[in-house]
């Protein structure tokens, strides 16, 4: 049997078809010569039971290439050795409208795989969950989590296609629900920059607020993936950027650490925030004077007196900076022969270790050590020999 499909014209004019033929074979019908303008081509699909043809069709967006007795529920819920069934794949490319009228019922869309995911999920994380007939999207289908607890809400949510689902189904009680780590649909959007794609009538102070089970807020999450600018700035308050985790960590410390200090407003970067330490008594200006943001500090903030904060080791921010070779955004009047001599507690100094690390280019000239002469190089040398027994 053969059918013939027309599409848009081709170039010059010419028309643009394919004309389809099912061969017979051992099942029959499993075999499809495809005649175009430019040629013709053969595909061998195997058996209709074939688990490896029905999910490579469903894959590269086949499935309508196939023969219509091969499109049943019970191929179409074939596992592979991931659990995918061809009907997952199929809501995951955008497959869904090749599957035979009336086919998708409530319980196939509920089917799990391996990690727990239903073909629900995947028509999210594919955004084609328009796919879906709407009488199958429900608040029961929308629930059922994944082996994580990832609903698929929350999917959703991290893919930013909220706004695909209908606004009944969406309510102040969705944005509590919660994955094993306690995240919430926010967590996932401020992880995955998708926050500025929720309904702004559901990102508030209260629900920016909410802890996961490291007691990390929505605004943490944020600054750690760097898309704390997605947050309207009228919640970026000095009391929800305190907000610590179980380790002690605030807001600060979150965006310091990860490279983001950039995006906390800088009139919040005072010196009571930036030496507020973490259980395990790291501060703010230490983790900036780590991961190279100093210049991000104000001017009038960054003194000679914050920068000689210590931490529970002793070290102090000059320390951390000539560690990681961060002097050169210090201001040079602030880097004097004095401070370069401050030790922590294991009695190593600031210019040691930046001349350890190799960043001793990064000190001003008039603090530089002199060179050694040629008496001193040749003790120095004398020193470091070993005796010859």
Known sequence: ????????????????WEKHFYLGGSPPGTALLICTPGGVRLEVFGS???????HAAASSGTLGRLPPNLLTAANLTV????????L????????????????????????KNSAGYTPLHHAVLGDHLDQVPPALVTREGLLQRSNAGYSVYHLAAAQGNLQSLPPPLLGESVFQLRTDVGNTLLHEAAENGTLDRIPAEFVTAENLAHKNLGGETVLHTAAFNGHLDQIPPALLTNAALRETTSAGDTVFHAAAISGH???IPPEFLTVENLTTASKSGFTVIHAAAETGQL???????????????????????????????????????????????????????????AIDRGFLPQIPEKSRPKPPNMLRRFFQKLSGMQAPF
């Open 79 to 86: 596992r592979n050795a991931a659990g995918n069934t061809p």
């Open 295 to 353: 210049d991000r500090i104000p001017a009038q903030q960054l003194t000679a007196e914050l920068l000689l904060t210590r931490n529970d080791n002793g070290d102090t921010p000059l320390h951390a900076a000539a560690f990681t070779g961060h002097l050169d955004q210090i201001p040079a009047e602030l880097i004097t022969t004095e401070r370069l001599q401050t030790r922590n507690y294991e009695a190593m100094s600031v210019l040691q270790t």
């Open 261 to 263: 200090l950039g995006q």
């Open 1 to 16: 049997m053969g059918n013939t499909r027309l599409g848009a014209p081709a170039r010059h004019g010419k028309p643009n």
């Open 48 to 54: 209709p039971m074939s688990l490896t043809d029905l």
């Open 88 to 111: 997952h794949l199929a809501a995951k490319y955008g497959g869904l409208p090749s599957l035979p009228p009336g086919l998708l019922t409530a319980e196939l869309l509920a089917l």
